[in-house]
């Protein structure tokens, strides 16, 4: 490309300028079908555990029963010598590694903890893996495990949460926020309000416990390792398997087309670590599936938190004072401290505000991100105390948020990009029937069953990852793929994302094709923090401006487009057209056809997502329940659901419905069955097991209604801000508030069980 | 072993401790068949033997020789769908599609006990001449199914559009 050629500069600048595809009603928008649906409901989408592969070992783990202390003998001679077993891995012939390099520490780091992996004698959880057994069918491993024995000499360990939060201490940062900030004097205010509310709120340990379990398989060829894994971290958990074992990057594929449920837990663990290890030394194919109590043992979950949250206001409902605090039991490997107080941050206007974040170290498995780490039960809290402070005063809960609805962003000062929380109210209570709410607590009932209503506030920050990058190819029959390492774990990232492309780039949906889940292709950014939609946008919009300045100068001679620059022409009717007159275009085909070409490929990275620099960027939400208490069994359940979001631009709504109904059930999952029972004096999960971690079932679930704004974003790529994990957000505390109604009885204790309502 | 499987007979060497749903994923190489939780909890293993649905995880793969066994993979041939499988896709009864093959299984075994009038704990009329084919026995007899992203709501209407009743 010489000089004259240059590009002429990006059109979309984040947070400048807006993102014209944004406003297109062509494919986006449309309530299309999964693409790759007819895949999984015929049983062919193949799974991490399902590659086949010649002379595939099979590994099963063996775990540490105690929390802390160090291994003092380790008997491996009868696995060693039973039928099919080839490797027994342990601390001792484990290949030496580098540490984890620790989530967050570098662009790709995503280490899970900063602990060695099976390095050495010392035991610093109660599950850690101790042995690995490679045999030549999954049912000999698994005898040969049972035949470890293993004896430690066991040390004092810090397994329960009250004990620990005592001695809480101050993290750095919660991820990059500063863990405490005070404007004004918030204690003062709340001594001197005219109405106050002042609890503390308790939240259990919670697992994801997607249906697929944990598993890898992995094959050495020489000094390249490819890795079959459910992730949604690709390119990190390549970049970070390379440092562990010292090779190139270049040298770990790794692969994951369909992940079988992630909601943060489909990470970088031990189990892919040691496989890959054993496959090493076995110079063997291994494929690890992980037990479903292995899962609990050696994956983390969300951690318990206790949280306070005040509440001072004027006699007019202004809020004086707000104050939410508290401490997460964390360990001092990790960096995940829950940020439950991120929501008080934003959500609304207070004449003092004050959080603080506290962790608590404890020896136990670390701690990791699960969907809407913080927000989801953060506002449990500030949600249940807002319900709290509307019933002291009198007020309608919906009109209390309208009178303390902020202007800008309460701690950075800064606009918010697109907020419409209240317009999500007002639409929410309508179609829900909000005015047949008695405000009057155990004032509804049918037989022995109280009936009540309540509402909360949904709300999740908008994020877009660095790292990602877009491989556009575009064929002369007009074709164009997209090719990124994107991850599919249920978002419908393939089906949002081609109807994405094809509207910007004026084509039909079977003219496009959108490749992820192989870290051969462009790099993308992991799958969290919801923002996968807008990470991948923007990098299209990066490697779609190369792809018409390719074009335009392909472009020449006789060509309707000759002469015109990329800021003259816009991508439509499966090719570019001058703007403003449709009749000078040409399609793709066409342009490279004439010069003579069968395909064009250029690859570009996303700009920095420094939008965020400018705005506060939120997605906000009214969630709507109605319960029913039994007066005799204490028994909750939810017979009603509405859940009505703000989220910025919805690319399908049949996919996007989905994914805030899975949301909203996961959060009825949080508020009334789901606990992980954490043994204190053992550091030990008691319930490692689906049959006793009581995910919602089909009867647990009523008909989930579900309505958005649709306002675009004007700040994010395709007015998109991510909808992931925002369902979940706000549901604890609307049920518990149902419950407040039903019953008179405030819980502030998750989950909400029978045994709390007696 | 000798077993058939989506109609074809098949003979293979197991090891007896082998699970019918390892022996499906690992030898067979059928792994539209999920594995959750091997222990019973979860219902992402379940088949069709003889027309009824079982966990494949909780079966020794030795019980079941010489019966019929269907699996996901053996509801409609290479080209098309199982009806029931088109209105999955069609009312969303899915995100991950971890689940879904077991989910779509249990709801054709489950829609046959209820074509026999077999009652389930929410049936208030255990002397009715047909069991109302409504909302809460559809929910309480695939409650043995779990789905983690939460699809539940789609694939109740995926199997009342394909299996409903006028009664409903």
């Not at chain 1, 008909?703 to 706000?730: L, N």
Request: hydrophobic share 40%; with cysteine; aromatic share 6%.
């Amino acid at each position: 490309m010489n000089a004259e050629q240059k590009p002429a500069p990006s059109q979309w600048q984040p947070g400048v300028t807006p993102d014209e595809v944004m406003h297109r009603h062509g494919m986006i928008g449309k309530p299309v079908s999964r693409l790759d649906g007819p895949l999984k409901v015929a049983g062919k989408a193949r799974f991490a555990a399902e590659v086949p592969y010649e002379h595939l070992a099979h590994a099963a783990l063996v775990h540490s029963s105690i929390a802390r202390g160090r291994i003092s003998e380790l008997k491996t001679e009868a696995a060693r010598a039973a039928p099919g077993v080839i490797l027994v891995l342990t601390y001792q012939n484990m290949p030496r590694l580098q540490n984890p390099p620790l989530f967050g520490s570098a662009p790709k780091a995503v280490g899970a903890s900063t602990l060695p992996v099976m390095q050495n004698e010392h035991i610093t959880w109660n599950g850690q893996p101790v042995a690995l057994v490679l045999a030549e069918t999954h049912e000999q491993a698994e005898y040969a495990a049972s035949l470890i024995e293993v004896r430690y000499d066991v040390l004092p360990a810090k397994t329960d949460f009250d004990a620990a939060k005592r001695q809480a201490r101050a993290p750095d940062t919660i991820l990059g926020e500063p863990p405490a900030i005070e404007i004004g004097d918030a204690e003062a205010n709340l001594q001197a309000a005219a109405f106050k509310v002042d609890a503390t709120y308790r939240t259990p340990r919670y697992n994801h416990n997607a249906i697929e379990l944990h598993a890898a398989t992995v094959a050495w060829q020489g000094d390249e390792l490819t890795v079959h894994d459910a992730t949604q971290m690709l390119n990190g958990t390549a970049w970070t398997i390379a440092q562990l074992f010292g090779i190139d990057e270049k040298n770990v594929r790794v692969l994951s087309p369909y992940v079988g449920g992630g909601f943060g837990g489909k990470a970088l663990w031990d189990h892919q670590i040691l496989a890959i290890a054993a496959a090493r030394l076995a110079q063997r194919p291994v494929r690890i599936v992980l037990s479903r109590a292995s899962v609990f043992r050696i994956v983390g979950g969300r951690t318990t938190t206790e949280q306070r949250v005040a509440l001072g206001a004027t006699q007019d409902g202004q809020l004086t004072a707000l104050i939410h605090t508290g401490v997460a039991a964390m360990t001092p490997y990790n960096a995940c401290p829950e940020q439950f107080s991120f929501p008080a941050r934003h959500l609304y206007a207070t004449q003092a505000l004050k959080v603080a974040q506290q962790v608590a170290d404890m020896d136990m498995m670390v701690n990791t991100f699960m969907r809407a780490p913080g927000e989801s039960i953060g506002t449990f809290a500030l949600e249940s105390a807002i319900d709290e402070l509307a019933g002291q005063m009198q007020l309608c809960p919906i009109e209390l948020r309208r009178r303390i609805e902020p202007s800008k962003d309460p701690v950075s000062g800064l606009p918010f990009s697109s907020r419409h929380l209240l317009e999500a109210y007002q639409r929410g209570a309508e179609r829900f029937g909000w005015d047949q709410r008695n405000p009057v607590p155990r004032s509804r009932r049918d037989g022995e069953w109280l009936i009540g209503m309540g509402v909360a506030t949904a709300t999740y920050p908008y994020y877009r990852m660095p790292g990602a990058a877009a491989r556009i190819k575009l064929t002369n029959d007009g074709h164009l793929t997209v090719s990124i390492a994107a991850h599919e774990m249920g978002m419908g990232t393939a089906t949002a994302q081609s109807q994405h492309v094809a509207e910007r780039f004026g084509l039909p949906l079977e003219q496009v094709t959108f490749e992820l889940g192989d870290t051969t292709l462009a790099a993308g950014s992991l799958a969290g923090g919801s923002s996968q939609t807008a990470s991948i946008a923007a990098a299209v919009i990066a490697a779609g401006e190369q792809l018409i300045d390719q074009l335009l100068m392909l472009a020449t001679g006789d060509s309707p487009l000759a002469g015109f620059k990329r800021d003259q022409v816009e991508a439509i009717n499966g090719g570019l057209a001058v703007r403003g007159d449709t009749t000078r275009a040409e399609t793709y085909a066409a342009i490279l056809q004439r010069a003579g070409r069968t395909a064009l490929q250029c690859e570009a990275p996303a700009p920095e997502p420094a939008e965020l620099q400018h705005y506060s960027m939120h997605s906000f939400g009214a969630q709507f329940c109605e319960v029913k208490v039994s007066a005799i069994t204490g028994e909750v359940r939810v017979t009603r659901f509405l859940g009505s979001f703000d989220t910025g631009r919805i690319l399908n709504p049949k996919t996007a419905a989905s994914q805030f109904r899975g949301g909203i059930v996961m959060g009825i999952g949080l508020a009334l069955t789901e606990a992980t029972e954490f043994d204190p004096r053992s550091g030990r999960i008691m319930n490692p097991s689906l049959a006793e971690y009581h995910v919602p079932v089909h009867l647990d679930v009523p008909e989930i209604d579900v309505m958005w704004t649709d306002i675009a974003d004007p700040h994010s790529p395709i007015g998109a801000r991510g909808i992931g994990e925002i369902g979940i957000t706000g549901v604890g505390a609307a049920i518990a508030n149902a419950v407040y109604n039903a019953t008179g009885k405030r819980i502030r204790d998750l989950p909400i069980t029978l045994d709390k309502l007696l | 072993m000798q077993f058939t499987i989506n109609g074809h007979a098949v003979e293979v060497e197991a090891d007896v401790r082998t699970s019918l749903l390892d022996l499906l994923r690992e030898q067979l190489g059928l792994s539209g068949t999920k594995k959750g939780c091997d222990q019973g909890a979860c219902g992402a293993c379940t088949v069709l033997v003889d027309g009824e649905r079982i966990n494949a995880c909780l079966a020794l793969a030795v019980q079941y020789q010489g019966r019929a066994i269907t699996t996901i993979e053996g509801l409609a041939d290479e080209q098309t769908l199982h009806p029931l499988q088109a209105a999955f896709v069609e009312h969303d009864g899915f995100q991950c599609g971890y689940c879904t093959p077991g989910q779509i299984c249990s709801a054709i075994g489950m829609a046959h006990e209820l074509e026999r009038n077999v009652p389930s704990v929410v049936t208030a009329d255990l002397t009715a001449q047909r069991i109302a084919f409504d909302h809460d026995e559809v929910r309480e007899r695939m409650s043995g199914n779990l789905c983690r992203c939460g699809a539940y709501n789609g694939i109740v209407d995926a199997i009342n559009a394909t299996f409903g009743r006028a009664s409903a």
